[in-house]
């Protein structure tokens, strides 16, 4: 195909036109005839029962239609949000669920919990008449602290305690004779801090219904519309999945945040065939900061055994991951399948064990967000192996060498579960440290010191188990369901080609670099290759965007369905040809048989309007697949973080950042750059800047970019990234994925350099002005 | 209240409550929704506008203090077919992912650029501190704007 727009091209994105034109259309955007507005009842407290709701002068406002409360969506049969994801406790006990109503009916539990809707003519009568409702709540004793909250006295009625599951994976009894034995060990004590997503279109939702047809129809801000519809139908109990459309036009941003099937989609949906209205609710982000699923915070003590010679010989990790009030959709997997099977790292440690306590408190719920248990597993390595290195003495770079899965390794079992399949790490902290340029690191301390600043170098080399499926393993390690993806290939009767994909762009440019897969694969013009994506009505089944699988999975489902096209163009060349279809072959976009040749979009004309087929020929060219990986993939890399602290103000500037990762193939460099960059800024920002606090009292005191604290143009640099190619081994593009690995391997990197600076390990992210002055003085 | 206004360039007179803004004007009452709105408090810089040529955060305006001045939308700067330096570099440097802060951003932008003002990266980063961007990770978008900074010199040479 051609070089412009094949594989490995850096294409421009086609989505790009109407995004720089202003004619994205985002749920916000839409509006339908009879349209009313929903705006939710929160709560302002984080624990609480719900005495009474008196909505009577509330409906008095002019253009009030309804007040629906948590009563009447559980008296309607409305079921519970599931968790989708099943952790044993090491006892073998399966975790302990917390019923999740999509409105609260007798207790809230946090602060921004819906506990009723307000349906009105407008936005404004909606707001007043929110005003209006009248709850009588009796205040309870809040548990918000993520290391306290397994002791303190249960949240939810009917639980034992706060504890939703005690998990574990390793051997704890050979590890801790590892430790026992190591000629050193390295202790470390580490929080990770709350995040909140923050993609920057609000999460909204607009739901129809049609009393004629019986049809729902919902249009939302999510990274996976056929999961929303099968928890909608098969869960909630909405409607079943043919009379329940959902359909995600242009999304803003997700990371993971849009993943989950939240209340207020749900609630709104449901509400629409109550009211005999279109219902359109639009977050403010004040309501994004309470109530969109939350990120990170963990409490955790590591250890770090070494030998002599600096081999590591034993780690092991102690966790305390707070879910919030309640598991979301994907909570409970987070902090333990996602993050203990990744706690070898790239190294060749032989004993691990881990130990997770999943915690309820009175707190938004905590899910995935972009690296999802493995920016966490990340930090716990690589933060424990910088302080081994310098507390050992040995240069931390050439530690991490010395430790390193090899390249005739592979493919290498670890303790925790996982068998990497390829890599090549030494690769790509050798490239790292040349960009980096490790040697001058030391004129360049001296030249910031002569300026008042302490300048830190850190390290980070991070791996990740990316492309969710594989089915099976997944399952064995508690999914609900199976992770397959699924694509459709569609070649029109001009010629042209529709692809469809379960997978979900919010960002990522699905639109062009499928269509470079297709179009590569098929051999057809670019320009003739259309990708549909985000629509149930339009597309069978799929499983969204999350875990950097799109391409890994999705992608590879489409090479599945387009081999199929090659096999089923080939039988009808054959036939028109009147060859054997063992002497048809497929180059380049056409069939060819001796001097007979006859392009895909000949071929494709003539299926859809034979007259002559034998029986077993049918018309139409025209396939599915569904994929699912055999093991996952395993992208890894290495960043490299420079600092420099202000002595005065305190102020960490991050100066200089090198990320040279490994992401197998790659189809469009621009794109993949883009992520990295992408990634990488999140990152800082979880070392740096942000952080998601709740008071005493449970109140969020981080509830705007007022206080909660974005990375903006100017606290992040020009980034240095460049690609090491080992190809993954197992599914026909050899690509690993690349959406999450700059915020996985960052945050250590960043505090790494920032410990480096300051010469001490005692550093909370985010590494605050505040902080950085505090230790700088002693204080 | 009653206002006139012109919007890319055609005049508008509308009725409407005296508090609305100027972003709600822009997208509910004339469907101009390329400009976005991402916060409750002036931060993210998604539904940045001109006002007489200058940018303005179009949900901190009242569409009152819009009567009898031009406003230009991310709409009225260029099409598809005929973009506008600087959304023709933020497609060739891959300066937007999901798009949402996009139309903002390249309003602040343009402002940035006819102001005049000597630009580098330092200077385009402090300059567009207002907007936030969530995907890319500014990289991309100040390369465009130092791209599109010297295609507008050019041109108005």
Known sequence: ?779 | MNLTLTVNGVEHSLDVPANTLLADLLRTQLRLTGTHVGCDTSQCGACTVHLDGRSVKACTVLAAQADGRAVTTIEGIGSPDDLHPMQAAFRDCHALQCGFCTPGMIMRAIELVESGAALDNRTVREALEGNICRCTGYHNIVKAVLTASDTMQEQAQ
């Open chain 1, 1 to 779: 195909m051609s070089a412009e727009t094949g594989i490995g091209a850096a294409v421009k994105r086609r989505e790009d036109l109407r995004f720089i034109t202003g004619r994205g259309t985002y749920t916000d955007d839409l509006n339908v005839p009879g349209q009313t507005y929903g705006v939710f009842l929160r709560s302002p407290y984080a624990r609480a029962k719900i005495n009474a709701i008196d909505a009577a002068q509330a409906l008095q406002v002019e253009g009030a239609l309804a007040v629906f409360t948590g009563q009447d969506t559980a008296a309607a049969g409305l079921g519970d949000l599931p968790c989708g994801w099943l952790v044993k406790s090491k006892d073998g006990s399966d975790m302990v669920s917390a019923p999740h109503p999509p409105l609260a009916v007798s207790q809230v539990n946090y602060v921004g919990e819906p506990f009723g809707l307000v349906v009105a003519e407008s936005l404004a009568a909606a707001r007043e008449a929110a005003e209006l409702v009248a709850a009588d709540f009796e205040e309870l004793t809040p548990v918000v602290a993520t290391a306290e909250a397994a002791q303190a006295s249960p949240i939810h009625e009917g639980l034992e305690a706060n504890l939703a599951y005690d998990w574990e994976l390793g051997d704890e009894a050979a590890t801790d004779a590892a430790l026992a034995a190591a000629a050193h060990v390295t202790r470390l004590d580490l929080t990770n801090n709350r995040l909140i997503p923050n993609a920057i279109e609000p999460r909204a939702a607009l739901a129809t219904f049609d009393p004629a047809s019986g049809e729902y129809e919902l249009r939302t801000t999510s990274q996976n519309p056929h999961l929303e519809r099968l928890v909608l139908s098969a869960f909630v109990q909405i409607a079943p999945e043919h009379k329940l459309r959902v359909v995600a036009p242009d999304v803003g941003g997700g990371f993971g945040s849009k993943i989950f099937v939240y209340a207020e989609e749900t609630v709104v949906t449901w509400a629409a065939a109550k009211v005999g209205r279109p219902i359109k609710w639009t977050a403010e982000r004040s309501e994004s900061f309470l109530a969109d699923a939350h990120a990170r915070d963990h409490v955790t003590h590591a250890e770090l055994g070494l030998d002599e010679a600096g081999r590591f010989t034993a780690l092991k990790v102690r966790t305390t991951a707070n879910l919030g009030a309640y598991l979301s959709l994907f909570g409970s997997s987070v902090p333990t399948f996602l993050y203990g099977t990744l706690l070898a790292g790239q190294y060749k440690t032989p004993n691990i064990h881990v130990q997770t306590h999943g915690v309820y408190t009175n707190t938004a719920p905590v899910d995935a967000y972009r690296g999802a248990g493995r920016p966490e597993a990340t930090f716990v390595v690589e933060r424990i192996v910088e302080a081994a290195a310098r507390e050992t003495g040995r240069d931390p770079a050439e530690l991490r060498r010395l430790n390193m899965i090899e390249p005739g390794d592979f493919p290498y079992e670890t303790p925790v579960a996982l068998v990497y399949d390829t890599g090549n790490y030494q690769a790509s902290l050798d490239r790292a440290l040349q960009l980096a340029d490790y040697g001058g690191f030391k004129q360049r301390r001296a030249a910031s010191e002569a300026e008042g600043k302490r300048r830190g170098i850190g390290f980070s080399c991070y791996i990740e188990a990316c492309g969710l499926a594989p089915s099976q393993l997944a399952i064995q390690l508690g999914a609900g369901v199976g992770l397959y993806e699924s694509g459709e290939i569609r070649i029109n009767p001009t010629g042209s080609v529709t692809v469809f994909t379960g997978s979900h762009s919010h960002g990522q440019g699905h639109e062009t670099t499928f269509a470079q897969v297709v179009s590569d694969k098929l051999g057809v013009p670019f320009d003739d290759v259309e990708v549909v994506h985000g629509d149930t009505g339009r597309v069978e089944f799929g499983l969204g965007t999350y875990g950097s699988r799109s391409l890994a999975v999705g992608g590879s489902a489409l090479i599945s369905a387009a081999d199929k096209i090659i096999a089923k163009g080939t039988r009808i060349a054959a036939h028109m040809m009147q060859a054997e279809p063992d002497n048809v072959a497929f180059e380049a976009g056409a069939f060819i048989s001796g001097n007979q040749r006859l392009t895909l979009q000949e071929v494709a004309f003539a299926s859809y309007v034979p007259a002559d087929y034998p029986p077993d020929l049918e018309p139409g060219l025209s396939e599915k697949a569904f994929y699912d990986p055999e093991n996952f993939t395993y992208p890894a890399g290495a960043h490299i973080a420079e600092v420099e602290v202000d002595e005065a103000t305190g102020v960490v500037q991050l100066v200089n950042f090198v990320a040279v990762d490994d992401f197998g193939q790659i189809i469009n460099p621009m794109i993949v750059d883009g992520q990295v960059h992408g990634g990488l800024a999140q990152g800082a920002g979880q070392a740096l800047l942000e952080h998601g606090i709740y008071d005493a009292d449970g109140q969020l005191t981080t509830g705007s970019y007022m206080d909660y604290c974005m990375p903006r143009a100017d606290d992040v640099p020009d980034f240095t990234v460049d690609t090491t190619v080992t190809p993954c081994t197992h599914n026909p593009l050899g690509v690993k994925g690349c959406g999450e690995a700059g915020a996985i391997g960052s945050p250590a990197a960043i505090i790494n350099a920032v410990t480096d600076a300051l010469g001490t390990e005692d550093v909370a992210m985010p590494a605050t002005p505040e902080q950085m002055w505090r230790k700088l003085r002693g204080l």
